[in-house]
């Protein structure tokens, strides 16, 4: 069974960091594009950062310079490392990634979600 697992998320003072982890089990060939997300209690999900399959980054306004995304193919395993929290990041961060198998002599990919992972940064 394919699946993201997310781990990292915690409780954190205003300024301290964290280290979110997404790591995919299943027989996976490779982990292309992957991105992070979160929703704030009330909020649509918004993208956080995300990381093309040739090692483009993109992140949302609110968290440059104070995140960065990160992808370990020999773990299959993306990260976000996360400096400067503030009380505003609070939310539940979600990893996306699209993961590519190889069956029977052929590569196709699929998108999976996480589980999420509760961030909360107090003031």
């Known amino acids: 069974q394919v699946q993201l697992v997310e781990s990292g998320g915690g409780l954190v003072q205003a300024g301290g960091s964290l280290r979110l982890s997404c790591a995919a089990s299943?027989?996976?060939?490779?982990?292309?594009?992957c991105g992070w997300y979160r929703q704030a209690p009330g909020k649509e999900r918004e993208l956080v950062a995300a990381l093309s399959s040739g090692g483009m980054t993109n992140y949302a306004d609110f968290v440059k310079g104070r995140f960065a995304i990160s992808r370990d193919n020999a773990k299959n395993t993306v990260y976000l490392q996360m400096n400067s929290l503030k009380p505003e990041d609070t939310a539940v961060y979600y990893c996306?990634?699209?993961?590519?198998?190889?069956?029977?002599?052929?590569?196709?990919?699929?998108?999976?979600w996480g589980q999420g992972t509760q961030v909360t940064v107090s003031s």
């Open positions: 996306n990634a699209d993961l590519q198998f190889y069956d029977g002599g052929y590569y196709y990919s699929k998108y999976y």
């Open positions: 299943g027989r996976i060939h490779t982990i292309n594009a």
